[in-house]
């Protein structure tokens, strides 16, 4: 260790320490803009021969050519003349070190003066700067000398502010230089460029990706690509060079600054169950499968039957997508689920018993997720099934052909070996109530489901050979197998409609057709699954309704058609639009309709005073899993109507959380099962890896799956499974980079000490917690007299700030406005879960 004196305060730091490290280190700030804690110095860093701004390309010119630093970090040492750069200065032994001086701070205009003299820097000494969000610009200055969309945000806005911006700084002329924004997922803009380098370093030494480059065209250091497009270079778009440019020369193509990591990680963000996909696509690249399920489980009780039937919302957003197609998330956590040892099972910890019991309703998706969870917390659980074996409508409803029953028990067998008790063949309403439920458990968690499918009462509804489709995959999956006859109609375009269409297709009908109002953009099943039905030989009508069923010798015979204009209004409500005078007629033995489900209440019911919502589901008390009746909680489709199986499980894992609560626990649900994660920041380069392509899912050959229930969907094999991983462009890992120290705020205790010291006068008061977190920011006619005031009224007040104006109203607004611009909300407002 070695100790130094930094402005009279001694500070004790690792040998080979910078001193800009040492003075953080006893919270002492340095201004910088080309150090970065996660980086080596910039110092030095030599050019790396030509580079490309788009297509124009710039020569390196006089061989290596070092670059010298921002300059903003100067120092003083005694004993040493000049002015030396702290992040490139080793601490000494007995060092004593000045960082404020005169001569300092007017070299460090000096060097700001020359930074801003080649970037837009209106809008930092305009005079209606807070507040302002640019567009219209009060002054009028043209839109190429203002600042960028990183105002108000930008770190080198807060550092010229904290160095302070001579007078004498020169209008900046514009350079017109390049702005590239025609490439996937960044947009680069070389005008704002100040050739700090960091994005040089983040690429090649943290990365080793070594994508970008600098050049000196014999006036200047110049940054750039290595070849014309960044995916020509070697990029990743990992998005390391975006997060550590000081000004906007980087910026991601969605720029939503209060939502920043929802757009960063878009797969987890709109994953239900939010679980960490980059994390298990390293693990499954890595092979180590195992640990890739631990990951999964942490968050999905039931992992192996989300490998097979989850839609995926993930990869509809996947930021890969941009550059060349989604990943296969949903294939890879098959193949991490079907390669699992299983050694996460020593993990699997049941917390003590609590000696509270809870009995769940329904053993679908939503009652077996939050089964899990609360048996975990210690929680004594009873799972009551209607069928006489669980899994609700993940057996009953679900074709095999997409959800082998192997894979529902081997989930199922996990919460049955942690103690959860399944009491199948058991309907609650007959000779058990749920009121009975209620008196024998401390919890009741209703998860029924929307069971009951619904029928389209035209004329004709009622003929012999007209059936509902739910009902009809029940009977299947039960393991009958009706006569369909040979031409078969499904009336409806949903998921369902879909898995009626294709097991007809496995018993026998020679012709299946499905019929549906939406157009086949507009069809509300998934797009690979309509492919798969029609590459079975299904026959999409889309855009057409049933006007009528038709019949013959009392027994149906086809369908009249009317064709649909428009399904919703201009209002986007479902308010079909019909062309009279267009009609056509489909013959046909089997009618199904697959138009929706329900909730059936009649038996659960009995003796409840259980509220339904307009729609028909069940209605809970404001922002929780708790109906109108204390105790009884509800989870899933019965709350949310007909959704996913994702989703579905996504309700029962947070009713466990309240359920906890309600018991008396913390709400915090165990999820530890994986081990701690081991982050490689090095990516490595690999030609072409913007051509990455994804691969196609192996698919059971036709003949093969339109004679037998035989799974459709095969696993990847290993080795394409891990090159697939490979292509994730680990968008959190930029996320987990350390966050900049930035220039220090003005922040006071909020104690009465200090308001006695405030001014009696106008201004506006800022108040926070102790982490900073603003809660209130408001205008008075009399700062100390309102400061005074808030003491009571905001008990968690800790820090605060203020400025007198005169003008107190409009700053209100102004500060107001900046605020909400940066995290999208009012000072103080809660943000509420979207289920809600």
Not at 519 to 537: C, F, L, N, Y
Request: proline share 5%; with cysteine.
């Amino acid at each position: 260790m070695v100790k130094l004196t930094i402005n009279g305060i001694e500070a004790e730091v690792d040998e080979g320490s910078s001193i800009l490290t040492a003075a953080e280190s006893v919270d002492l700030y340095i201004p910088r803009l080309c150090y970065h804690p996660d980086l080596p110095s910039g110092v030095g860093k030599k050019t790396t021969g030509n580079v490309f701004r788009g297509s124009q390309e710039i020569k390196n010119i006089g061989g290596n050519v070092d670059y010298e630093g921002c300059g903003l970090c100067a120092i003083e040492i005694e004993g040493r003349d000049g002015i030396l750069q702290a992040c490139d200065t080793v601490v000494e032994e007995g060092m004593v070190v000045f960082i404020d001086t005169p001569a300092i701070v007017a070299h460090r205009q000096e060097k700001l003066v020359s930074i801003l003299s080649t970037h837009p820097h209106a809008c930092l000494t305009c005079a209606q700067r807070e507040g302002c969000a640019r567009e219209p610009c009060p002054p009028n200055v043209p839109v190429d000398e203002r600042c960028c969309e990183k105002f108000g945000r930008c770190e080198l806005q807060k550092v010229a502010e904290y160095v302070g911006i001579r007078e004498d700084t020169p209008r900046y002329v514009p350079q017109k230089l390049p702005k590239i924004e025609d490439e996937p997922l960044i947009i680069r803009n070389y005008n704002l460029c100040i050739g700090c380098t960091r994005c040089i370093r983040a690429c090649s030494d943290l990365r080793d990706i070594d994508a970008l480059g600098m050049a000196f065209d014999g006036k200047q250091l110049l940054v750039g690509s290595k070849a014309i497009s960044l995916g020509e270079s070697g990029c990743k778009f990992c998005g390391a060079c975006v997060e550590v440019c000081p000004t906007g020369a980087l910026l991601d193509q969605e720029v939503i600054w209060a939502d920043r990591e929802a757009v960063l990680l878009p797969c987890v963000n709109n994953c239900p169950l939010e679980i960490d996909i980059p994390r298990y696509l390293r693990l499954v690249a890595a092979g180590d499968y195992t640990q890739a399920t631990a990951v999964i489980r942490e968050k999905a009780a039931l992992p192996s039957v989300l490998a097979h039937v989850c839609h995926h919302p993930c990869e509809e957003k996947c930021r890969r997508t941009d550059l060349n197609g989604a990943l296969c998330i949903m294939g890879l956590k098959r193949t991490a689920v079907e390669n699992d040892t299983r050694q996460w099972q020593s993990e699997l910890s049941i917390s003590k018993s609590t000696g509270k019991r809870v009995g769940i309703v329904g053993s679908g998706p939503a009652g077996l997720s939050a089964a899990f969870y609360l048996a975990r917390l210690g929680h004594d659980v009873t799972i009551f099934e209607e069928q006489m074996e669980p899994g609700g409508m993940l057996r009953s409803g679900i074709p095999s052909y997409r959800l082998p029953r192997t894979v529902l028990e081997a989930d199922i067998q996990v919460l049955t070996d942690m103690g959860v008790k399944m009491k199948t063949g058991t309907p609650i309403g007959e000779e058990i109530s749920v009121t009975q439920l209620r008196n024998d458990f401390d919890v009741v968690l209703l998860a029924i489901g929307t069971q009951v499918g619904k029928d389209l009462l035209i004329e004709g509804h009622d003929f012999t050979g007209v059936y509902n489709g739910l009902d009809f995959l029940k009977k299947v999956n039960a393991g009958d197998k009706p006569d369909l006859g040979k031409e078969v109609i499904v009336v409806g375009g949903g998921s369902v409609a879909i898995d009626v269409a294709r097991t007809s297709i496995r018993l026998g009908a020679e012709k299946v057709m499905l019929t549906c109002l939406e157009t086949d953009e507009e069809m509300p099943a998934h797009e690979w699954e309509i492919s798969e039905a029609v590459d079975e030989g299904v026959e999409l009508h889309t855009s057409w309704g049933p006007r009528r069923i038709l019949c013959e010798n009392g027994k149906v015979s086809g369908v009249e058609l009317i064709r649909c204009t428009c399904v919703f209004d201009e209002e986007g409500c479902f308010n079909p639009s019909f062309d009279e005078e267009t009609l056509q007629t489909i013959t046909a033995d089997t009618v199904f309709f697959a138009v929706g489900q329900s909730v059936d209440l009649s038996k659960i019911s009995k003796g409840l005073e259980l509220k339904l919502k307009e729609e028909g589901t069940l209605a809970t008390k404001e922002n929780t899993w708790e109906s109108q009746i204390s105790g009884i909680f509800v989870a899933g489709d019965v709350v949310t109507g007909p959704t996913s199986v994702v989703e579905a499980m996504a309700t029962g894992r947070q009713a466990a959380s309240q359920i906890d609560t309600y018991l008396g626990g913390t709400g915090i649900l165990v999820e530890r099962l994986a081990g701690d994660p081991i982050i490689n920041h090095q990516l490595g380069h690999d030609e072409d890896f913007y051509k990455w392509g994804r691969p196609k899912l192996p698919l059971l050959p036709k003949n093969d799956r339109v004679s037998s229930f035989e799974e459709v969907e095969l696993a990847l094999p290993l080795e394409v499974a891990q090159k697939e991983a490979q292509r994730c462009l680990q968008c959190d890992l930029r996320l987990l980079l350390t966050q900049l120290t930035m220039p220090p705020e003005a922040w006071l205790l909020f104690v009465k000490k200090e308001i006695d010291q405030v001014p009696l006068g106008p201004g506006v008061f800022t108040l926070a917690d102790s982490e900073k977190t603003v809660l209130i920011i408001k205008g008075t006619d009399s700062l100390q007299a309102a400061l005074k005031e808030q003491i009571t009224q905001q008990p968690n007040a800790k820090l605060f700030q203020f400025e007198e104006d005169p003008m107190y109203t409009k700053r209100e607004t102004e500060l107001l406005q900046q605020y909400v611009q940066d995290h999208g909300k009012i000072p103080g407002e809660d943000e509420l879960d979207d289920l809600f």
